[in-house]
Structure formats: C-alpha cells, structure tokens
T-cell receptor
Framework: DAGITQSPRHKVTETGTPVTLRCHQTENHRYMYWYRQDPGHGLRLIHY???????DKGEVSDGYSVSRSKTEDFLLTLESATSSQTSVYFC??????????????FGPGTRLTVL | AQSVTQLGSHVSVSEGALVLLRCNYS??????LFWYVQYPNQGLQLLLK??????LVKGINGFEAEFKKSETSFHLTKPSAHMSDAAEYFCAAGGTSYGKLTFGQGTILTVHP
C-alpha cells in the first residue's frame, strides 16, 4: 500500500470554526490532491498540488484553502466551517513515468461533521 | 469539460452471476480511464486502468473492462460475483492535466447469497 496517512480520521466541529486536515505521504510523489465524497456525487476535486508551494483550484474549491510547504505534506483548511462542508475528505497522490501520469493512490479518509 | 456517467447507482446480483457495471465518458480525446473500488469505511483502491495499450484491460480480483471508443464506454465486468465483491465502484477519467481525475457518481454493488 502507498504510504499515505490522513489526520485526524474523524472530527466534529461547530459552524464558524477553522479546521485543518493533514495529508502526509512517504512516497515522494510530486502530485497531491484533496477530494470530498458525498452520496450521489462521487468524488469531487477541491484543490491539487503539482509541487512544493504549487497549488491550484479544483471543481469545488469555494470555502477551502490549501498549502504545501514540503513534498510530503498537503494541508486542507476550512477557514470557517459550514454545515455544507460535512463530508468525507480523501487525499490522493500520484506521479509521472515517462511523461505520462500514473494512477492515483488514496488515503484512508477523514470524516468531518460540522454542527 | 470532461464528464463521467455511471448508469445505475445500485446494482444487485446473486452470488455466481455476471457483474456488469456501466461507465460512459465524454471527451474528444480518449482519456486515461480507471475503475476504483471502495469497501465500507476505507479509501479507494485501484481495480484497473486503461492507458491505450490494449482495449481489454484485466484487473485485480477477476475484474476486467473493455474500452470502446465508438461507444465512449468503459464497462466493468466479472463473470462470477462473490460475496466479497460487495462494495462501491467508481469509474474515473482524466490523468492528462496534472493527473487530475473526474469521477462518476459511483455504483453500489450488492451480492445476494
């Protein structure tokens, strides 16, 4: 299994509070992604990173920010959590071989509940 | 923009029966295509991937998928379902722009004894 961990694994918070989720990898992969999973929507990309300090928005980035100061860590921050951000959050990593992108490997997920 | 459609949010089969999970993608350029499986309370695990080397792709646990360009489809099949196949399955397309993927809505597979 790819070395990807997410912390915390479960979190309950209140509306309006800041929340930071951490993704840590030991594979030295260049690309990292944050997704949210909601019933009926599959996985939707929030933000992604293509290198240290290189990040960009995904499909559902409103209300979220990210940072990547080291290759191994990718942080997702909810500046002021809302109930609509209650979801399961997955981190994924990937790399390139010969100019082609490889498959993504996923972390175990973080279940976030915003009351 | 790329989109992926999985027909049927729930599929139910009997143990030993054929499993067929449908996936269609929209793209003018055939993308990379993937099937992932998610067991309860776990992350996603890669089942198989299509990267233009062969149209019939074999994956883990006896699953395979066939890429049909004319139908823009990448359906997942398994000849004989096992109870342990019960899970949610996701089709995904992309991988050509920073490796980003677009996922389908997911199909929950139930296997009855």
């Amino acid at each position: 299994d790819a070395g990807i961990t997410q912390s915390p694994r479960h979190k309950v918070t209140e509306t309006g509070t800041p929340v930071t989720l951490r993704c840590h990898q030991t594979e030295n992969h260049r690309y990292m992604y944050w997704y949210r999973q909601d019933p009926g929507h599959g996985l939707r990309l929030i933000h992604y990173s293509y290198g240290v300090k290189d990040t960009d928005k995904g499909e559902v980035s409103d209300g979220y920010s990210v940072s990547r100061s080291k290759t191994e860590d990718f942080l997702l921050t909810l500046e002021s959590a809302t109930s609509s951000q209650t979801s399961v959050y997955f981190c994924a990593i990937s790399d390139q071989t010969g100019g082609s992108y490889n498959e993504q490997f996923f972390g175990p997920g973080t279940r976030l509940t915003v009351l | 923009a790329q989109s992926v459609t999985q027909l049927g949010s729930h599929v139910s089969v009997s143990e030993g029966a054929l499993v067929l999970l449908r996936c269609n993608y929209s793209s003018s350029v055939p993308p990379y295509l993937f099937w992932y499986v998610q067991y309860p309370n776990q992350g996603l695990q890669l089942l198989l991937k299509y990267t233009s080397a062969a149209t019939l792709v074999k994956g883990i646990n006896g699953f395979e998928a066939e890429f049909k360009k004319s139908e823009t489809s990448f359906h997942l099949t398994k000849p004989s379902a096992h109870m342990s196949d019960a899970a949610e399955y996701f089709c995904a397309a992309g991988g050509t722009s920073y490796g980003k993927l677009t996922f389908g809505q997911g199909t929950i597979l139930t296997v009855h004894p």
